[in-house]
């Protein structure tokens, strides 16, 4: 089994910087990507920012500039780094992982529980 953990998040000032952690742990053969999502209430989930294990990050139009993420691909732990955080930042963020199990040829997505981030402003 796949398991992605998440740690960090909490309560933050507008402007203020706030770290993320993804920890996947299991039988892991191969992980292709991680990233998080966000999901505001009342809106749909949408993407917050995606590495791949080459180090190529894709960040969503909202975050550009402020967010970093980086993964180190080994140890499978994933970092959202966010600074000049806005009221508009809220919600609980999902880690997503694209890997391969070891008991697959298939690669596939998991998500983990979600964490609360808010910003107060």
């Known amino acids: 089994q796949v398991h992605l953990v998440e740690s960090g998040g909490g309560l933050v000032q507008a402007g203020g910087s706030l770290g993320l952690s993804c920890a996947a742990s299991g039988s892991i053969f191969r992980l292709k990507t991680m990233g998080w999502y966000r999901q505001a209430p009342g809106k749909q989930r949408e993407l917050v920012a995606n590495?791949?294990?080459?180090?190529?990050?894709n960040y969503g139009d909202a975050v550009k500039g402020r967010f970093t993420i980086s993964v180190d691909s080994v140890q499978k732990i994933g970092d959202l780094r966010m600074s000049g955080l806005k009221p508009e930042d809220t919600g609980v963020y999902y880690c997503n992982a694209f890997l391969t199990p070891v008991d697959s040829d298939l690669p596939r997505t998991y998500w983990g529980q979600g964490t609360q981030v808010t910003v107060s402003s």
């Open positions: 590495i791949d294990s080459m180090g190529r990050a």
